[in-house]
């Protein structure tokens, strides 16, 4: 990362970041020993930390979630090496179930403390524990629906309650400022394939079966093309040499002359 300090604020926000990768690592750790201490515990030292940093709660967990969305692409990546395709399948079946049924009860969570999207984060936990699994059960979604599309497809596709909920929690994560960079794109790639937003002329979608099938007969009629090119060439060649081993004209005998 690089910072263009220009005032002494932006020096005071760069100290602030510091500190805050600093207790990073602690803010996961309480969330991690939560089982273990009371829940009243957990949340006013949570709270202390994003204090003394001077940051909110959306700053505080927009890290958070990167931690978090780098091990929910780690996890698909396992399943797409899964060389079994009834194991697969069974994996992303159990996987999406669990996940629209969690994305559902947070729907439900989040409508009625009514939070407005784009909005600051709730100070209620429960209320913010609930938000946070709509970002994640959404970006968790869209890994499976870019990088195992047809399985993912057949599960989601005659789903109608699921499309309804997806399309709410894509709204969602789209106003809360917490998706940026790739996370971002995930979102915008994500609404192209599952038709929330029209498809661009160039959107296509790498992982599907289809579009390996297309690109790998793609390839081999170039393939066959280059050949042929080569074999003309080498035609061409053949021949012009030929032409130059061929008869010449004028001072043979027996040929025939005309006087003028």
Same mark, same amino acid.
Request: charged share 35%; hydrophobic share 35%.
């Given at each position: 990362?690089? @910072?263009?300090? *220009?005032?002494?604020?932006?020096? /005071?926000?760069? #100290?602030? $970041?510091?500190?805050? *990768?600093?207790?990073?690592? $602690?803010?996961?750790?309480?969330? @991690?020993?939560?089982?273990?201490?009371?829940?009243?515990?957990?949340? !006013?030292?949570?709270?202390?930390?994003?204090?003394?940093?001077?940051?909110?709660?959306?700053?505080?967990?927009?890290?958070?979630?990167? !931690?978090? #969305?780098?091990?929910?692409?780690?996890?698909?990546? +396992?399943?797409?090496?899964?060389?079994?395709?009834?194991?697969?399948?069974?994996?992303?079946?159990? $996987?999406?179930?669990?996940?629209?049924?969690?994305?559902?009860?947070?729907?439900?969570?989040?409508?009625?403390?009514?939070?407005?999207?784009?909005?600051? &984060?709730? %100070?209620?936990?429960?209320?913010?524990?609930?938000?946070? +699994?709509?970002?994640?059960?959404?970006?968790? @979604?869209?890994?499976?629906?870019? +990088?195992?599309? %047809?399985?993912?497809?057949?599960?989601? %596709?005659?789903?109608?309650?699921?499309?309804?909920?997806?399309?709410?929690?894509?709204?969602?994560?789209?106003?809360?400022?917490? &998706?940026?960079?790739?996370?971002?794109?995930?979102? %915008?790639?994500?609404? /192209?394939?599952?038709?929330?937003?029209? *498809?661009?002329?160039?959107?296509?979608?790498?992982?599907?079966?289809?579009? +390996?099938?297309?690109?790998?007969?793609?390839?081999? =009629?170039?393939?066959?093309?280059?050949? *042929?090119?080569?074999?003309?060439?080498? =035609?061409?060649?053949?021949?012009?040499?030929?032409?130059?081993?061929?008869?010449?004209?004028?001072?043979?005998?027996?040929? #025939?002359?005309?006087?003028?």
């Amino acid at each position: 990362l690089s @910072f263009n300090f *220009r005032s002494n604020k932006s020096k /005071q926000k760069f #100290r602030q $970041l510091k500190m805050l *990768r600093k207790y990073l690592l $602690l803010y996961w750790l309480l969330a @991690f020993t939560a089982n273990y201490v009371s829940t009243d515990e957990v949340v !006013v030292k949570r709270e202390e930390t994003a204090t003394s940093l001077n940051i909110t709660k959306k700053e505080l967990y927009k890290y958070g979630f990167q !931690v978090k #969305r780098a091990e929910q692409i780690e996890g698909v990546k +396992r399943i797409m090496k899964i060389d079994n395709y009834e194991k697969q399948f069974k994996m992303v079946k159990l $996987l999406v179930e669990k996940l629209f049924n969690v994305l559902s009860t947070a729907k439900v969570q989040v409508t009625e403390f009514g939070y407005i999207p784009g909005g600051e &984060f709730p %100070d209620d936990q429960s209320q913010l524990d609930a938000l946070g +699994r709509v970002f994640e059960n959404v970006a968790m @979604f869209g890994d499976l629906i870019l +990088r195992l599309p %047809d399985i993912t497809h057949k599960l989601y %596709d005659k789903n109608q309650e699921w499309k309804v909920i997806m399309t709410w929690g894509v709204f969602m994560a789209n106003e809360s400022g917490i &998706f940026e960079g790739s996370n971002e794109q995930l979102l %915008d790639l994500m609404s /192209q394939e599952l038709n929330i937003t029209p *498809r661009g002329e160039d959107y296509i979608n790498p992982y599907k079966e289809e579009t +390996r099938r297309k690109e790998e007969a793609r390839k081999e =009629k170039e393939k066959l093309k280059k050949e *042929r090119q080569a074999e003309q060439t080498k =035609k061409a060649k053949r021949d012009k040499r030929k032409k130059r081993k061929g008869p010449k004209l004028g001072g043979g005998g027996g040929g #025939r002359r005309t006087d003028l």
